[in-house]
């Protein structure tokens, strides 16, 4: 969606929540595209968020076996 200067400053409330939703929400300048409006994602890490995956690693605390070792390498 393309929204003038104007129509931003008094529906930015709106804008918002679309580009939020995935529309694609530009704002232009003289009717030149100005900007474009995206939600910002979240990068932070929690530890423990991946403990659920440690459980279906067979055998994760063990040395591997030779043959187990070699593939790992790339020298089999």
């Not at 900007?35 to 423990?48: D, E, I, Q, W």
Request: charged share 25%; proline share 4%.
């Amino acid at each position: 969606m393309l929204v003038n200067m104007h129509a931003a400053k008094s529906q930015l409330s709106k804008l918002i929540v679309a580009a939020e939703a995935g529309d694609d929400v530009i704002i232009a300048r003289r009717g030149k595209p100005a900007v474009r409006l995206v939600p910002v994602t979240s990068k932070t890490f929690r530890f423990g968020s991946l403990a659920h995956l440690v459980k279906t690693v067979p055998h994760f605390d063990e040395a591997m076996d030779e043959a187990e070792l070699a593939l790992w390498e790339g020298t089999s």
